[in-house]
T-cell receptor, first 114, second 111 residues
Framework: EADIYQTPRYLVIGTGKKITLECSQT?????MYWYQQDPGMELHLIHY???????EKGDLSSESTVSRIRTEHFPLTLESARPSHTSQYLC?????????????FGSGTQLSVL | GESVGLHLPTLSVQEGDNSIINCAYS??????FIWYKQESGKGPQFIID?????DKRQGQRVTVLLNKTVKHLSLQIAATQPGDSAVYFC??????????FGTGTRLQVFP
C-alpha cells in the first residue's frame, strides 16, 4: 500500500469559492504530481514537482496552482472555482531511485462545483 | 464540466476465464510501460511494468506482452476473479519525466 493521502475525498462547493486540495506522502519521494481525470477518461497531468520549491505545469492547461514548501506536502489551489473545474483530482508521487516513473497514487478528490 | 455517458471500451468475462486487455501506444521511442488498475472511487494501483528490451513479463496471475513492431501492449489476467473488475490503464514513458496514460478499458467479471 502506498502512503499517499488526499483530503477531502469529496468536495461540493459553489462557484467563485477558493479551495485547496491537500496531498501528503510519507515515503520521502521527491517527485509529486497532480492529475485530472474525468469519469471514464484517461489521466491528464496538470502539475508536477521535482522537489521542494520546484513546480512545473503539466500537459493539460489548468487554472489551478500548486506549491511545494515541504517534501511531503503538495497542495493544489483553485482561487475561484467554476463548474468547468468539476472533475476528479489525483495526486501521485514517485521514487527518484526508480529508473523510470512508477507512480503511487492517492485515492483522489472528487470535486463538484455548482 | 458535465458528466456525460462515456463509453469506455469494455471487456466482459466470466469468472475463471482468462482476460486479455489491449493497448496501442503511439511513440516508438517509449521504452517503459506500466499497467494500472483503477477500482471505482480509488486512485490507480500499479499492477506490472515492462521495459522495451523485454517482450514478456509475468507477475502473480498477470502477464504483460510487448510487441514493439506494431506498438502494442497487452495485459493478460489468468483465472479472472470478481475482484479484478476495474478500469485498466496502460501508460508509457518516452524518456521524459512523465508517464502518458492511455484510454482505459473497463473489465467486467460476471459469475
Amino acid at each position: 500500500e502506498a502512503d499517499i493521502y488526499q483530503t477531502p475525498r469529496y468536495l461540493v462547493i459553489g462557484t467563485g469559492k477558493k479551495i485547496t486540495l491537500e496531498c501528503s506522502q510519507t515515503m520521502g519521494h521527491d517527485k509529486m504530481y497532480w492529475y485530472q481525470q474525468d469519469p471514464g477518461m484517461e489521466l491528464h497531468l496538470i502539475h508536477y514537482s521535482y522537489g521542494v520549491n520546484s513546480t512545473e505545469k503539466g500537459d493539460l492547461s489548468s487554472e489551478s496552482t500548486v506549491s511545494r514548501i515541504r517534501t511531503e506536502h503538495f497542495p493544489l489551489t483553485l482561487e475561484s472555482a467554476r463548474p468547468s473545474h468539476t472533475s476528479q483530482y489525483l495526486c501521485a508521487s514517485s521514487d527518484p531511485g526508480h529508473l523510470h516513473e512508477k507512480l503511487f497514487f492517492g485515492s483522489g478528490t472528487q470535486l463538484s462545483v455548482l | 464540466g458535465e458528466s456525460v455517458g462515456l463509453h469506455l471500451p469494455t471487456l466482459s468475462v466470466q469468472e475463471g476465464d482468462n482476460s486479455i486487455i489491449n493497448c496501442a501506444y503511439s511513440n516508438s521511442a517509449s521504452d517503459y510501460f506500466i499497467w494500472y488498475k483503477q477500482e471505482s472511487g480509488k486512485g490507480p494501483q500499479f499492477i506490472i511494468d515492462i521495459r522495451s528490451n523485454m517482450d514478456k513479463r509475468q507477475g502473480q496471475r498477470v502477464t504483460v506482452l510487448l510487441n514493439k513492431t506494431v506498438k502494442h501492449l497487452s495485459l493478460q489476467i489468468a483465472a479472472t476473479q470478481p475482484g479484478d473488475s476495474a478500469v485498466y490503464f496502460c501508460a508509457e514513458n518516452n524518456n521524459t519525466d512523465k508517464l502518458i496514460f492511455g484510454t482505459g478499458t473497463r473489465l467486467q467479471v460476471f459469475p
